[in-house]
T-cell receptor, first 114, second 114 residues
Framework: AQSVAQPEDQVNVAEGNPLTVKCTYS??????LFWYVQYPNRGLQFLLK??????LVKGSYGFEAEFNKSQTSFHLKKPSALVSDSALYFC????????????FGAGTRLFVKA | EAGVTQFPSHSVIEKGQTVTLRCDPI?????LYWYRRVMGKEIKFLLH????????ESGMPNNRFLAERTGGTYSTLKVQPAELEDSGVYFC????????????FGPGTRLTVT
């Protein structure tokens, strides 16, 4: 069965420091991996995706994520955090045999301190 | 283009009552999805429409939940009768076609059953 794990409920980082939000997954076949962000009182916004190709994918707002097949991970990263990056981040996976159903993690709250 | 809209933004009802949630997808998006997030947990898939047809309703919790998409435009999700465990945030998302990996989410409807 497909699953996504976000091991940290919250990540705290100082503004200007690099940030990492962790995600591991389990899926049959080749994974399609996504990161979404949710700001207060807003819907989820798409950040980036990995379908195939280069393991390092770049997305919106300076975020990037690295696909690691051996570790079944897809960690979200940003070289220099901004206070405005504070939000709820969701990792998601859709397996090749999963049809069009996307499985989400429980979310990680990122808090960037000025 | 206008985004995905959901109505109402909040709903508080008593156990045993009926509630109907509405989702208006982005114009031209044939694919419409319903998800639910219970407090602090993962976002769970409920069902997927392609136009007016239910493509996948494997995530619907039980027969108290009824989703419709008459005419392939907006969709409604009715809960009748509501139970305490139905409380959560119900998200709607849409995509242009089945191969569009990015889904566009609405702001969600927060349902509280007391």
């Amino acid at each position: 069965a497909q699953s996504v794990a976000q091991p940290e409920d919250q990540v705290n980082v100082a503004e200007g420091n690099p940030l990492t939000v962790k995600c591991t997954y389990s899926v049959s076949g080749n994974p399609y991996l996504f990161w979404y962000v949710q700001y207060p009182n807003r819907g989820l916004q798409f950040l980036l995706k990995y379908i195939t190709g280069d393991n390092l994918v770049k997305g919106s707002y300076g975020f990037e994520a690295e696909f690691n097949k051996s570790q079944t991970s897809f960690h979200l990263k940003k070289p220099s955090a901004l206070v405005s990056d504070s939000a709820l981040y969701f990792c998601a996976v859709r397996g090749y045999t999963g049809g069009f159903k996307t499985i989400f993690g429980a979310g990680t709250r990122l808090f960037v301190k000025a | 283009e206008a985004g995905v809209t959901q109505f109402p933004s909040h709903s508080v009802i008593e156990k045993g009552q009926t509630v109907t949630l509405r989702c208006d997808p982005i114009s031209g998006h044939d694919n419409l999805y319903w998800y639910r997030r219970v407090m602090g947990k993962e976002i769970k898939f409920l069902l997927h429409f392609v136009k007016e047809s239910k493509q996948d309703e494997s995530g619907m919790p039980n027969n108290r939940f009824l989703a419709e998409r008459t005419g392939g435009t907006y969709s409604t999700l009715k809960v009748q009768p509501a139970e305490l465990e139905d409380s959560g945030v119900y998200f709607c998302a849409s995509s242009r076609d089945a191969l569009s990996y990015e889904q566009y989410f609405g702001p969600g409807t927060r349902l509280t059953v007391t």
